[in-house]
C-alpha cells in the first residue's frame, strides 16, 4: 500500500518538475525574443485595410483653388480596449453635444465596436485629440479619417466640375465633369496595407500614389461672369434655364460654361441636383437660325454663292412637297447674301440647300461635326442627332428643314465647335477644359489639335465680313459691342412638341466672336422657353453684348483701334 503511494508521488513530482521546466523554458525564450511582445501587440492592434491617396486638386489657369479636399472622421468605441468609460463618455459628450448616458452605455457595451458618430466634422476629431493629448485617458476611441472633397466656390463652375461621392464598395468616386472624365488620374492608386489601431493614428504601409492635379482652361473670372450673367439672364428675361459658353476659337480652350439650373457640389448629399449632367455637352437642342452660319459657309466655300450673289425672296419655297416661309411670314424681294443672313430668311436657306444638293450639303456638315461628339474631355457628352439620305427617317423636305436649323439637333459645345471654324480661319480645333496635369515634378500639357478644316481659310474670312455686315446693318444690333467689331447670328428655334412644334415658346439663341480681324473668343447665349420675347435678336443678342462688354476687360483685348495701331507700329 505504501509503496503504491509513494510511486504516485514519485509521478507527481517528475510532472510537476516537467512543467516547471516548461515554465523556464518559455520565460528564457521570451527574455531572449524582444520581438515577442510587439508581435502579440501587433496581432491585437493591426488590422488589413485598403488605403486611398488623397484625390487630386483642381485648379483654373491660374492656379485659383476650384476643388481640394479636408478630413473628416468616424467615430467609434472598441469596448473592450476601454479603460476609463465614464472618462471616455464625459469628453465626448461635451465635444460632440451628445448624451453622456448614451456614450456611456456604448463605452460598457460587449460588442466589438459601437458607432458613435459618421462624419464629425475635423475641427472636433481635432478638439478629441487635444483632450486626449492634454492627459483624458481616451483608450479605445477610434476616430478613422474619412477623405471629403470640397470645392471652395460652392456652386462656382459645378457642373463643369461635377462632384464626388462614395460607391458601394466605400470608395471615392467622381461622377459627371471632370470629376467624373478624369477620375482615374484624380484618384490615384490605392494600396493594401496594415493599419494600426493605436488611439488616433492610421498609418498606411506602404503609402498609396497620390492623385495628380489637374489644370484647367477654365479662367475663374470669365466663369464667374458667365455664371453672373446667365443668372441676370433667369430673371431678366424669364427664361426656364439656358446655357452660355465661352470659348478660344484658336486653341479650343474652354474658358467658361455654365447652364441653368445648377447646383452646389459640396451639398449633393443633402440637396442632390436634378440632373447633375451638364447642358453645354449633354443637352440636345434644334439649333435655329445660329444653324444658317453653316448654310452659308457651305454655299460660299462651295462656289454656290458669293456674298453678293442676288436672290428674290417671295417668302415662299417648296422643298420635297413642304412648304417653307420666313419666320415672319414675310416676303422680302431683292437682297444679296449679306441681306438674306441680315433678315435671317429662312427661304433663301432652303433655296440654298436645294442648290447645293444634299450630298454635298451633308457631307460639309460631317465635316463640320454635326451629328458626332466633339470629344471633349467632359463626361456624359451627347453626339447630337443629323438625319442623312438613306436613314429611315430621312426625307427630301429635311434638306430645306435642316438648313435654317430645324430638325437637326445639337449640343451648345458642338455647335460653337463647328461655328468655330469660321473664327479661326477654316480650321476647327479639339474643344478642351484641361491645361495640364501635375504630379510631384511631372507635368504633361494638352496641346491645341485641329479637328477638322471643313471650309478654306478665305471662306472663313468672307463669311465672318458678310456676318459683321449684318450684324451693323440691323439684324441683331442689340449683339454689337462699342470699340469692338462682332460677328454673329441670332437664332429664334421652336421646341419640338408630340405632332409638331410649340408655337408659343422658344429658344432664344445667339452664337458672336471677335474681335473680326483677330478673334480671341467665341461666345454662345442660349436662353431656353423666355417669356419676355421669344425672339434672340431681344433677349440673346443684348444678354451676348452685356457678357462681351466685361470679357474684353478680363481677357485684357484694347478696343479696335488701340490694338490695330499698337500692332502698326
Not at 420635297?320 to 436657306?349: F, K, Y
Request: hydrophobic share 40%; net charge negative.
Amino acid at each position: 500500500m505504501l509503496e503504491t503511494i509513494f510511486v504516485r508521488l514519485r509521478l507527481i513530482l517528475i510532472g510537476l518538475a516537467i512543467l516547471a521546466s516548461l515554465v523556464v523554458f518559455q520565460l528564457l525564450r521570451i527574455e531572449y525574443s524582444p520581438d515577442y511582445f510587439r508581435q502579440l501587440s501587433e496581432g491585437i492592434t493591426q488590422r488589413p485595410r485598403e488605403f486611398s491617396p488623397a484625390r487630386g486638386r483642381i485648379f483654373d489657369r491660374n492656379g485659383e483653388l476650384l476643388a481640394t479636399n479636408d478630413v473628416q472622421y468616424e467615430l467609434g468605441l472598441s469596448p473592450s480596449y476601454v479603460v476609463r468609460p465614464k472618462d471616455v463618455a464625459e469628453v465626448l459628450s461635451d465635444v460632440l453635444d451628445k448624451s453622456s448616458t448614451d456614450i456611456l452605455n456604448a463605452a460598457e457595451s460587449d460588442k466589438p465596436y459601437v458607432l458613435v458618430a459618421r462624419p464629425v466634422e475635423g475641427a472636433l476629431g481635432n478638439e478629441i485629440k487635444a483632450r486626449a493629448a492634454a492627459g483624458a485617458d481616451l483608450s479605445g476611441v477610434n476616430l478613422d479619417p474619412i477623405p471629403h472633397r470640397v470645392y471652395p466656390g460652392g456652386a462656382l463652375a459645378a457642373q463643369i466640375l461635377g462632384f464626388v461621392a462614395y460607391n458601394k464598395e466605400g470608395r471615392q468616386i467622381g461622377y459627371f465633369g471632370v470629376e467624373g472624365f478624369y477620375n482615374d488620374l484624380l484618384a490615384g492608386r490605392s494600396v493594401k496595407g496594415v493599419e494600426k489601431l493605436v488611439p488616433f493614428e492610421v498609418e498606411p504601409d506602404p503609402t498609396p500614389d497620390q492623385g495628380a492635379d489637374l489644370y484647367l482652361t477654365l479662367d475663374r473670372n470669365i466663369q464667374y461672369l458667365v455664371e453672373v450673367t446667365m443668372a441676370d439672364a433667369i430673371n431678366s428675361y424669364g427664361a426656364q434655364g439656358g446655357t452660355i459658353l465661352v470659348m478660344d476659337p484658336r486653341t479650343g480652350e474652354i474658358l467658361g460654361m455654365s447652364s441653368w439650373p445648377t447646383f452646389d457640389p459640396n451639398r449633393y448629399n443633402d440637396s442632390p441636383p436634378g440632373d447633375p449632367e451638364n447642358p453645354a455637352v449633354s443637352g440636345q437642342y434644334e439649333p435655329g437660325s445660329t444653324f444658317k452660319i453653316l448654310t452659308m459657309a457651305i454655299a460660299l466655300d462651295a462656289g454656290q454663292a458669293t456674298p453678293q450673289t442676288p436672290f428674290v425672296d417671295s417668302g415662299y419655297i417648296e422643298v420635297g412637297g413642304v412648304g417653307i416661309r420666313n419666320w415672319d411670314n414675310g416676303a422680302w424681294g431683292p437682297v444679296d447674301m449679306v441681306g438674306c443672313m441680315q433678315h435671317s430668311l429662312n427661304v433663301c436657306m432652303a433655296w440654298l440647300a436645294q442648290a447645293l444638293g444634299p450630298t454635298t450639303f451633308y457631307n460639309y456638315l460631317s465635316a463640320f461635326g454635326i451629328g458626332h461628339t466633339t470629344n471633349v474631355d467632359l463626361a456624359s457628352e451627347a453626339g447630337g442627332r443629323l438625319k442623312k439620305p438613306g436613314d429611315p427617317d430621312w426625307f427630301d423636305s429635311d434638306l430645306g428643314t435642316n438648313s435654317f436649323g430645324q430638325g437637326v439637333a445639337t449640343t451648345p459645345l458642338q455647335l460653337v465647335a463647328a461655328i468655330s471654324a469660321v473664327a479661326n480661319k477654316g480650321a476647327m480645333m479639339q474643344p478642351h477644359i484641361l491645361m495640364k496635369v501635375q504630379r510631384g515634378d511631372q507635368i504633361h500639357v494638352t496641346q491645341p489639335q485641329v479637328m477638322g478644316r471643313p471650309i478654306k481659310p478665305e471662306t472663313a474670312a468672307t463669311l465672318s465680313e458678310l456676318l459683321a455686315l449684318s450684324l451693323e446693318r440691323g439684324e441683331g444690333d442689340q449683339a454689337l459691342v462699342t470699340g469692338y467689331r462682332i460677328a454673329g447670328k441670332t437664332g429664334t428655334a421652336q421646341i419640338p412638341v408630340p405632332g409638331g412644334y410649340d408655337p408659343n415658346q422658344s429658344i432664344a439663341s445667339f452664337v458672336g466672336w471677335g474681335p473680326v480681324d483677330d478673334p480671341r473668343f467665341i461666345v454662345l447665349v442660349k436662353l431656353d422657353r423666355p417669356t419676355t420675347s421669344i425672339w434672340g435678336s431681344e433677349t440673346a443678342a443684348p444678354l451676348f453684348a452685356q457678357l462681351v462688354k466685361r470679357l474684353v476687360v478680363l481677357m485684357e483685348i484694347p478696343p479696335d483701334n488701340v490694338r490695330q495701331s499698337l500692332q502698326g507700329q
